[in-house]
């Protein structure tokens, strides 16, 4: 009921302030667009009339809604390449400008990679770059076509409009494909059809300022208007007010401005006491301004905050001058089903999951990310680090550092006025090189002194950063090396010590990027047993080849079994450590959620990065319920296990259960019968001192746990089966049918020993097939959907539509007969 509430409450805040800030009159194009998969001759082919000897439906065009990805499912097909090349989309457009001599631009949210826009055949705009926003004025074009036998007749008083998306390789332009992130095509942010009157601003700044004791605070508006604008002899009026979080007029100015391309200042505002921009309280300013009079007036808001940020020389981070530990994860815009064509409310549901884990501090990896994300981080209170996609593979030519200097502009000046941003990131190893053949260390140390020049000439009031090039740590503010003790390299009792070291060696720092991979529904008895083999030491940074699963030293993430228990246990320590580190700056954990990657086709679901501690879909692992019982105050209690239905062991034998909660005391019932009150102490590890050794039934058992914080009480219940016949080797397969839900059908393969036993540590691959009048859920890239998956225990599951006697699914596993089971 807790969780239930908190979801309502952050869901409405984020309803109340998460849209976009619309300058004038816009729409969303998201319906009733056709898109093709490659090239085309050429843009005719795109609005060619149909008919009249032409071919009727060639190439094959599909109909799409917007936001799309070329890459929504083949980005974790198993066994293919995802798609990298152009794909073309289309509709047609109502245009109806409102306003006398007004503008008609068609507003990118970002689209994948190098964009040209047609209106009919006429090329109207084109973009280099995946991740920043841009505008095509389309005024002149749409008038020129009305004007034509072909808008009255073949298109009925429409406008067509067609664009070409291409996300081919290519080594000129950022980010890199060796990143490991997939480099989508399409349009997979929003894209706003949007009327201007003749006379509106390109760019409205707002610098929010305030002294740390937060008693003093500023604000200066500086507009530029658009170059498009039509010239005034005179100056022309200008409004604004600004609103306080509750919405109530408390300063107003009236003047006048020039019309110029150039930017100017209109005003600046004095405040006594203001609210407050913080995690816990993300107090909201309002500036409203109207630009003009009557009905051609320009009218924009903006969302502004007011909050001092400082990260101390060689200590913490300080926000509003008191110490703040930076309790952070990261985003890859992924999604499955969709890759990057993530809705406003699949957004909005996942910002507020990392809101419920506790999360204060945001990573958004590696590239500038959508406005709705920065909306949500101010209204939901999340401080971030956002950057520019110059990852991995070296510098490249004048090309290419163009690029990296237009995104990282557009970046800061798109959103500058989001109170969470804290820091601007400039790169991401960028000691990792591959793409040219020329590594110049002191090339990149240039053009990364250039970055770090010209984001403190656009943007004097927030800190630079990068995480992991140790011979530019110099250059930037914050610097972030690599330390994944536990995972990479070392054991994760190291990451205190390797940490201090680091912090030593840098002038402010901040540690982004630790963490481990779990496969979803994988548990064990005895998740540390990798550590064994392997030495603890100091050093505990990712070096090249760390991340492949065969091969060099021994390490956790080739040798261990990969498990949501291990995760949980290397999560955990991390977090009673950094409760004891007072020079913290802060963390962030690497990521969220799993996301799609094109460097990992081996991995237990392939082509993931299963590092999230939620699965692609928003399923929670274990590890989830780890962050929150330390990061949140909402009392909470989570019984580890919820996906793990069999656990093993001996007869009599005394297994751990273990407790996540932030509550000061726990209960553990186990079928019926108490084991004990125990206190929570956040370095009693594990689960800060909440686990009990106890025996299990052979059979069924039922788990109970009673938390109590003050009054108040949290509980939470688990039933399992618990296995004590021992097994040998797979030598069957089983599959049956165990749910119906929703016109949906979840079948279970499971392996079994030549005696029928439950092969309980088996992790063989598995491969899901459909035959008849039906639909696998696969191609989503989790644990449950996909079609080619490394086992969880001994089993795996996957969904699917059915028509019963048409449907059939089969499974099979290398060395093993297949099985068929019809529906």
């Keep these: 009921m807790q969780k239930a509430k908190l979801l309502v409450a952050l869901l409405g805040l984020c309803m109340a302030v998460a849209l976009p800030s619309q ?43 917007l936001p799309h990805c070329f890459n929504a499912r083949d980005a974790v097909a198993p066994s293919a390449n995802y798609y990298q090349g152009p794909g073309w989309y289309r509709t047609q457009l109502a245009v109806q400008n409102p306003y006398a001599n007004g503008r008609t631009r068609l507003h990118f949210e970002g689209a994948g990679q190098k964009t040209d826009v047609y209106i009919h055949t006429t090329k109207v705009g084109s973009h280099v770059g995946g991740y920043d926003e841009w505008t095509v004025d389309i005024t002149k074009a749409v008038a020129d076509f009305q004007k034509t036998e072909a808008y009255k007749e073949q298109f009925k008083g429409k406008i067509p409009l067609s664009i070409r998306c291409d996300n081919s390789r290519d080594l000129e332009m950022l980010p890199s494909n060796l990143s490991d992130f997939n480099v989508y095509g399409g349009l997979y942010r929003y894209l706003n059809l949007e009327y201007r009157p003749a006379l509106s601003l390109e760019r409205l700044s707002a610098k929010a300022e305030v002294d740390a004791a937060g008693k003093t605070g500023s604000l200066l508006l500086k507009a530029s208007f658009l170059p498009t604008s039509t010239p005034s002899s005179s100056p022309v009026p200008v409004v604004v007010r600004l609103l306080d979080p509750r919405g109530k007029q408390i300063s107003k100015f009236q003047g006048t401005l020039p019309v110029t391309a150039e930017e100017q200042d209109i005003h600046r505002f004095a405040l006594k006491n203001p609210k407050l921009w913080s995690p816990a309280q993300p107090q909201l300013y309002t500036v409203d301004v109207t630009v003009g009079t009557g009905a051609e007036a320009y009218h924009q808001q903006e969302k502004i905050g007011f909050r001092h940020a400082e990260f101390v020389e060689k200590g913490p981070f300080k926000l509003n001058g008191q110490r703040l530990l930076l309790r952070g994860t990261h985003r890859h815009e992924d999604h499955a089903g969709v890759a990057a064509a993530m809705t406003e409310p699949m957004i909005r549901q996942e910002m507020v999951m990392m809101k419920q884990m506790g999360v204060n501090f945001i990573r958004l990896g590696h590239y500038q990310q959508s406005r709705i994300v920065l909306n949500l981080c101010d209204s939901l209170g999340i401080l971030v680090w956002e950057e520019i996609p110059w990852c991995r593979g070296g510098l490249g030519g004048p090309v290419y550092q163009a690029q990296a200097k237009r995104m990282l502009t557009n970046m800061v000046q798109q959103h500058y006025n989001h109170p969470s941003v804290i820091i601007w990131g400039l790169g991401n190893e960028n000691d990792w090189p591959g793409d040219f053949p020329e590594f110049d260390k002191q090339k990149i140390r240039a053009f990364m002194t250039e970055l770090n020049d010209l984001s403190h000439q656009l943007d004097r009031s927030r800190y630079t950063a990068i995480r992991r090039c140790d011979f530019c740590k110099d250059i930037v503010d914050v610097y972030s090396p690599s330390i994944w003790a536990g995972w990479y390299r070392g054991i994760y009792t190291d990451y205190k010590e390797a940490t201090e070291k680091e912090f030593q060696g840098v002038k402010r720092f901040l540690h982004v990027e630790w963490g481990g991979d779990s496969h979803a529904g994988r548990h064990s008895e005895n998740p540390d047993n990798a550590l064994a083999e392997i030495t603890a030491s100091k050093e505990a940074d990712e070096r090249a080849g760390d991340a492949s699963l065969f091969g060099g030293s021994a390490r956790v993430s080739k040798d261990g079994d990969w498990s949501e228990s291990y995760l949980c246990n290397l999560v955990d320590w991390h977090l009673k450590e950094q409760e004891t580190m007072p020079w913290l700056s802060g963390t962030a954990y690497w990521p969220f959620k799993d996301f799609s990657t094109p460097v990992r086709p081996d991995n237990p679901v392939p082509y993931m990065n299963q590092k999230g501690v939620v699965e692609r879909d928003f399923t929670p692992k274990e590890a989830y319920y780890v962050f929150q019982s330390y990061w949140t105050t909402a009392p909470m209690v989570h019984l580890y296990g919820h996906s793990w239905p069999v656990r093993w062991g001996a007869e009599g034998e005394l297994k751990m259960v273990k407790v996540y909660s932030n509550c000061a005391q726990a209960e553990l019932f186990v079928n019926g019968k108490s084991y004990g009150v125990k206190k929570r102490d956040s370095q009693n590890f594990p689960a800060a001192g909440l686990h009990w050794n106890v025996p299990f039934l052979t059979g069924n058992n039922q788990l109970r746990v009673v938390a109590r914080q003050g009054k108040e009480t949290v509980e939470d219940n688990l039933t399992f089966g618990y296995q004590t016949q021992p097994w040998g080797k797979p030598a069957k397969l089983t599959l049956q ?41 696969d191609d989503l890239g989790t644990s449950s959907g996909s079609r080619k998956v490394q086992v969880y225990n001994g089993r795996a599951i996957i969904r699917l539509h059915a028509q019963p006697g048409k449907t059939a699914v089969a499974v099979q596993s290398p060395g093993l007969e297949p099985v068929l089971l019809t529906l």
């Design 23 to 65: 300058a004038q009159r816009a729409s969303r194009l998201t319906a009733e667009w056709e898109y093709v998969q490659q090239d085309l001759g050429g843009v005719w082919e795109a609005v060619r009339p149909v008919g009249a000897g032409n071919p009727e439906s060639v190439p094959f065009w599909q109909p799409v809604a």
């Design 737 to 777: 049918k165990v749910a119906e839900a929703n016109g949906q059908t979840t079948v279970e393969v499971k392996l079994l020993d030549a005696q029928g036993v439950q092969c309980l540590d088996a992790v063989n691959w598995v491969e899901f097939s459909l035959a008849g009048a039906g639909k696998l859920f």
